[in-house]
């Protein structure tokens, strides 16, 4: 789970060091025995559903809220008891936190102040952190008269005024509107490889852990259910929680008959391998992209060819989300994700009969969570 992503080479450095983290609130365990190595230089993304112990996890690294117990070792220093003020790091909330009565450059300043760093070298930051973040004329103004990806900018400029090893970004993009938080998300992204800095961020927000993260770390429950890139994530889920809580997955329940076979209703399906012995209760997974329409006179493959009924269509822009049924599976429906090019070219509509392929490496088998 600690391996370093296919972008850092086999000796990375380890920046930050995370070993049995475990913090309580009184009798409740909001992180349980967390262990995780952060690489120089990279975005690691905490993503998982509220109370999942992502903010928690942030604040322990920070000092915000120290640890029940573990050790927290960054750059090979052991801060695991050290305050915030005595730690390395440059933080961004959603909440921007901005001295409301201060000047654009006085809160960028803010730290370099307290550093007791000359006005000509504080000058000088101020104004390259600025044009860094694409507002070099709005210096002179408040908070209140910039907009809000202006004012989180400025935070993200003030976070890396003292040039921090570590920024932690504490859901940085959730209180924008969602074409202002696309914009924004690239330039952080582009920002923070540029200074490779190494980036700590928590998000309950899938898109943007997926196009920003290097890895991304799902945790449920007070604990890490896997660690990854974000197409290792959304390819190779691990468990049936980060199957279901990333992107649109069909589930059916099914019984193993051997170890890459599963009985669903009355079909036998072929499936990816597993180590699950015969007769298990199981859930059945496939991305609704990856059901492929077999069109007329087209080869296809022996397994997991099904007719199937269309009972219902959704627009989305892009795609077609295609609902069918097949007596053979039960009461279960399969939602395909079609293009609307295919929709056309092969006549689908609501009530017709369609031919489909579940590819046998598409089909991921877990545990069902009740056993």
């Given at each position: 789970m600690n391996e370093?992503?296919?972008?850092?080479?086999?000796?990375?450095?380890?920046?930050?060091?995370?070993?049995?983290?475990?913090?309580?609130f009184g009798t409740f365990t909001a992180l349980d025995k967390v262990s995780l190595d952060v690489y120089q230089g990279e975005l690691i993304c905490f993503l998982g559903p509220s109370g999942c112990g992502k903010t928690t996890f942030l604040r322990a690294i920070a000092g915000l809220d120290i640890q029940t117990s573990g050790t927290v070792i960054q750059a090979g220093e052991d801060i695991s008891a050290l305050p915030p003020s005595e730690r390395d790091f440059g933080i961004v909330f959603q909440s921007y936190a901005l001295f409301p009565n201060l000047t654009v450059e006085k809160n960028i300043s803010f730290g370099l102040e307290n550093e007791k760093t000359s006005r000509s070298d504080i000058n000088h930051r101020v104004q390259e952190l600025l044009e860094m973040v694409g507002l070099s004329d709005q210096g002179k103004k408040f908070p209140t008269q910039l907009s809000g990806g202006q004012q989180q900018r400025i935070a993200?400029?003030?976070?890396?005024?003292?040039?921090?090893g570590l920024l932690l970004l504490d859901e940085p993009l959730s209180a924008l509107d969602a074409k202002v938080r696309g914009y924004l998300r690239h330039e952080?992204?582009?920002?923070?490889?540029?200074?490779?800095?190494?980036?700590?961020?928590?998000?309950?927000?899938?898109e943007e852990a997926l196009t920003m993260a290097d890895r991304i770390v799902v945790m449920n429950d007070g604990v890490i259910e896997q660690v990854g890139t974000p197409t290792e994530i959304y390819r190779e889920p691990g468990t049936l929680f980060v199957a279901d809580f990333i992107g649109a997955m069909n589930q059916i329940n099914g019984r193993t008959t051997g170890s890459n076979q599963v009985v669903v209703g009355e079909t036998t399906f072929t499936t990816q391998k597993h180590d699950l012995e015969a007769n298990i209760p199981v859930v059945v997974a496939i991305r609704p992209e990856d059901i492929v329409p077999?069109?007329?006179?087209?080869?296809?493959?022996?397994?997991?060819?099904?007719?199937?009924?269309?009972?219902?269509?959704?627009?989305?822009?892009?795609?077609?989300?295609?609902?069918?049924?097949?007596?053979?599976?039960?009461k279960a429906l399969l939602n395909a994700d079609m293009s609307v090019n295919a929709i056309?070219?092969?006549?689908?509509?609501?009530?017709?009969?369609?031919?489909?392929?579940?590819?046998?490496?598409?089909?991921?088998?877990?545990?069902?969570?009740?056993?």
């Open positions: 370093p992503s296919p972008s850092h080479s086999q000796d990375a450095t380890v920046f930050l060091q995370i070993d049995n983290l475990t913090k309580k993200l400029a003030r976070a890396l005024a003292t040039s921090p952080m992204k582009a920002l923070q490889r540029s200074l490779g800095v190494t980036t700590v961020m928590v998000t309950h927000d899938q077999v069109e007329e006179g087209e080869s296809s493959p022996e397994d997991n060819i099904l007719d199937m009924t269309v009972e219902d269509m959704e627009f989305l822009g892009s795609f077609w989300r295609v609902s069918m049924s097949n007596p053979l599976l039960g056309q070219r092969l006549h689908i509509d609501i009530r017709t009969t369609i031919t489909v392929e579940l590819p046998v490496d598409r089909l991921c088998v877990f545990l069902a969570e009740n056993e």
